[in-house]
């Protein structure tokens, strides 16, 4: 099961809205609506974020919403802060009882 | 509240095994399974396997296959994640973390296990 595809980096000055992608394959991302997003800030363990492509947990800011087309899972960031700067990964759910990350994005705020 | 408490920082050498273990309170330990995700020095999250609270089922990716095991003691509400034949690149922070029974995200993450693996 190979990670799940995510740009190294993206940058964004507050205020902005930016999108991180992340796409799989046909076993995992475009086969189930389970795909969620962690945010990580250095020496912290992950947060999620998002969960079931576009659902939100309670407690996160409604600037943080997720999406999926096909086999492409995204993470929009809206009226970018300067404490949304962080590492984001997503994963998802895979054939099998496995579960893939993706490699993780930079945000650069 | 809800706490996954892990075992503390480790040194082993390269060829041996260690064992981390994940302490479970706050919760129902058998309506949530257990997965471990590790994390090399400035590198992404990395899924391990997971093991089945209620039954002890366990699945790993295939990288860890035959070389990590993951079990559970039900009367202690601890799992343990054991990788052997350590080499270089397994050092890492080690995370337990938790998926509710019929969910598939992460909802409580331990706080991490620092294992080096030196010569």
């Known amino acids: 099961q190979s990670a799940l595809t995510q740009p190294a980096s993206v940058s964004g000055s507050p205020g902005q809205s930016i999108t991180i992608s992340c796409t799989g394959t046909?076993?995992?991302?475009?086969?189930?609506?389970?795909v969620s997003w962690y945010q990580q800030h250095p020496g912290n363990a992950p947060k999620l974020m998002i969960y079931?492509?576009?659902k939100r947990p309670s407690g996160i800011s409604s600037r943080f919403s997720g999406s999926k087309s096909g086999n492409t899972a995204s993470l929009t960031i809206s009226g970018l802060q300067a404490e949304d700067e962080a590492d984001y990964y997503c994963f998802s759910y895979a054939d099998s009882s496995i579960w893939v990350f993706g490699g993780g994005t930079k945000l650069t705020v | 509240q809800v706490q996954l408490v892990q075992s503390g920082a480790e040194v082993k050498k390269s060829g041996a095994s260690v064992k981390v273990s994940c302490k479970a309170s706050g919760y129902m330990f058998s309506a949530y399974h257990v997965h471990w995700v590790r994390q090399a020095p400035g590198q992404g999250l990395e899924w391990m396997g997971w093991i089945n609270s209620d039954s002890g089922a366990t699945k790993y990716t295939q990288k860890f296959q035959g070389r990590v095991t993951v079990t559970r003691d039900t009367s202690i509400t601890t799992v343990y994640m054991e990788v052997s034949s350590l080499r270089f690149d397994d050092t890492a922070v080690y995370y337990c973390?938790?998926?509710?029974?019929?969910?598939?995200?992460?909802?409580?993450w331990g706080q991490g296990t620092l294992v080096t693996v030196s010569s």
């Open positions: 973390v938790r998926i509710s029974r019929g969910n598939f995200w992460f909802d409580a």
């Open positions: 079931d492509d576009t």
């Open positions: 046909s076993s995992d991302v475009e086969s189930y609506n389970l």
